[in-house]
């Protein structure tokens, strides 16, 4: 006990507790050591149970982790405006060997973006996203974007790009976010906005193919194709194409073509079972909103399964994915029709 009494110990009761003159910290890798104020010295161990922690999962949203002129680290609580060296997620410790969970986490209709990237460190990744200034594409560039990575929103509209990192900043002053022009519907346009990506000598972890009309009236690009198929299918194709060599290069990488369900809903083969380009760009007097939109969706998951196959060994890999039914963003908006129809839709469909 006289021992106890000199090192301080006998003073508290749980086992947990430190004694006077004791502190708890972190390091930058989330390690606990303690420092003993009275002494001036510190140590991995509990002084009472002898146990070595870590703190559990990321700092909670809002939050930041600096270092000081000394070296210390310490925590910026952006929504409170306010600074501690205190860690946050001391409150959330797990031994040094913890047990591993029985069971993996599961995600459903309701899960949110920030939920599933909850613990994710994405500081380094490059990450390109199509469309990124309204709808999915922006919510998909501001969560990875509050995750560390540097997201450069490809937008037809510069002026609406730039206004989506503000947006972003506003949420964070720190994200690493950029807009660029890229308008799917001239491969000229594509082929600009390649280069210049390729200028700035960046790695390229990440490539969403968000961007998509929906509805649209019968046109064609300055390229003599019909404007749904090459918006929503060839220039991602093309986009894909030329910055193939960079995707490679920064392996392990990643594409994910934003497709549809209603991929089931057409089919682009004739009568006698081969492949029809006509019905891929029709003419205007063939021409159905709904089955051009269907027929783009479906050759971007031919594309992403052929793209996959290609590419997976040599450390890119790429998906296709379903978004939900009737998501209620800026892509009805070419018809009074279907945005009555999303409007009605909205209570029962996933939010943005």
């Not at 906005?193 to 969403?208: G, T, V």
């Amino acid at each position: 006990m006289a021992a106890l009494k000199y090192a301080g110990l006998e003073d508290t009761d749980s086992e947990e507790e430190l004694p006077p003159g004791w502190e708890e910290r972190t390091t930058k890798d989330g390690w606990v050591y303690y420092a003993n104020h009275l002494e001036e010295k510190t140590q991995w161990e509990h002084p009472k149970s002898g146990k070595r922690k870590r703190v559990a999962g990321d700092l909670p949203y809002g939050w930041e982790q600096e270092t000081d002129e000394n070296g210390q680290v310490y925590f910026v609580d952006h929504i409170n405006k306010r600074t501690t060296y205190l860690d946050p997620r001391l409150a959330f410790t797990v031994e040094d060997n913890p047990v591993k969970p029985t069971t993996r986490q599961k995600y459903d209709g309701n899960s949110t973006a920030m939920e599933i990237l909850q613990g994710r460190d994405l500081s380094g990744r490059v990450v390109i996203i199509t469309g990124a200034n309204s709808g999915i594409g922006f919510e998909t560039a501001k969560s990875l974007a509050l995750h560390g990575a540097c997201v450069i929103l490809a937008c037809r509209s510069l002026a609406r790009g730039n206004d989506a990192v503000q947006r972003i900043l506003g949420e964070w002053h720190k994200a690493k976010v950029e807009a660029m022009t890229l308008d799917l519907a001239s491969l000229q346009s594509v082929q600009h906005f390649a280069e210049a990506f390729k200028s700035k000598n960046l790695p390229l972890h990440i490539l969403i193919c968000n961007a998509a009309v929906f509805g649209a009236p019968w046109s064609l690009t300055e390229d003599g194709l019909e404007s749904t198929f090459q918006v929503n299918h060839l220039g991602h194709f093309y986009l894909v194409q030329l910055l193939e060599d960079v995707l490679c290069q920064s392996s392990p990488a990643r594409v994910v073509v934003v497709s549809s369900e209603s991929h089931r809903f057409t089919e682009i083969k004739d009568s006698s079972g081969k492949l029809d380009f006509s019905l891929l760009s029709p003419s205007k007097k063939e021409y159905w909103a709904m089955l051009a939109y269907n027929r783009s969706k479906l050759c971007n998951i031919l594309f992403s399964n052929e793209l996959n196959r290609r590419l997976s060994p040599h450390g890119v890999t790429s998906n296709s994915v379903h978004p939900g039914n009737m998501m209620y963003s800026s892509i009805h908006r070419n018809w009074w029709l279907y945005t009555l129809l999303f409007t009605l839709a909205r209570p029962f469909t996933k939010s943005m």
